[in-house]
């Protein structure tokens, strides 16, 4: 199935930076999804893109849904160890969900 | 409370055993699906059913079969086990639209010795 591409790959960062991760496709999506999983637990839903152009936040978090609805990004501020893990974004096409390569970020203190 | 739930979450086994991975959600969602994690994190759509049909089969081996009781079940046996069988596995439901999103189970760590 296709994979979409996410960069970058990994990240290490100081306390307080912060973080940017986007996602490309070659086809167009009509959702776009950005989960982060936690070692040994399953991928969180972190928030949901309907719209080409949407922005959204979720405290520290904003992502945007790009225009031509081939892409998305992730902004991350003012990070916190507990933002480590692994970042997946997703987009939906009809009734199948296609995830990113992920990225994952590592906070040092 | 869990809203995706899937047993059991470790499973080591002999290559050549039959084994199966439970899964469950109270969402009240119609569309259920499997992925497989491996070592690189890489998220891979295996199967998906829409209330109890097959909607997706990526090219799994037929060693692979989900079994949907019921919308909100399903289950995925495993036959044969084999060494490259070993990696996490996902259950993850929602609704069928085209705005939705997917919510997953904790995952399955399957280890075949």
């Known amino acids: 199935g296709q994979q979409l591409n996410q960069s970058p790959q990994s990240m290490f960062i100081q306390e307080g930076e912060d973080v940017s991760m986007n996602c490309t496709s070659s086809s167009i999506f009509n959702t776009w999804l950005w989960y982060k999983q936690d070692p040994g637990e399953g991928p969180v839903l972190l928030i949901a893109l309907y719209k080409a152009g949407e922005l959204t936040s979720n405290g520290r978090l904003t992502a945007q849904f790009g225009i031509t609805r081939k892409d998305s990004f992730l902004n991350i501020s003012a990070s916190i160890p507990s933002d480590v893990g692994i970042y997946f974004c997703a987009g939906l096409r009809g009734n199948q969900f296609y995830f990113g390569t992920g990225t994952s970020l590592t906070v040092i203190p | 409370d869990t809203a995706v739930s899937q047993t059991p979450k470790y499973l080591v086994t002999q290559m050549g055993n039959d084994k199966s991975i439970k899964c469950e959600q109270n969402?009240?969602?119609?569309?259920m699906y499997w992925y497989k994690q491996d070592s690189k994190k890489f998220l891979k759509i295996m199967f998906s059913y829409n209330n109890k049909e097959l909607i997706i089969n990526e090219t799994v081996p037929n060693r692979f079969s989900p079994k949907s009781p019921d919308k909100a079940h399903l289950n995925l046996h495993i036959n044969s086990l084999e060494l490259g069988d070993s990696a996490v596995y996902f259950c993850?439901?929602?609704?069928?639209?085209?705005?939705?999103?997917?919510?997953f189970g904790q995952g399955t760590r399957l280890t075949v010795v």
């Open positions: 969402l009240g969602h119609d569309t």
């Open positions: 993850a439901s929602s609704l069928l639209d085209r705005n939705t999103e997917a919510f």
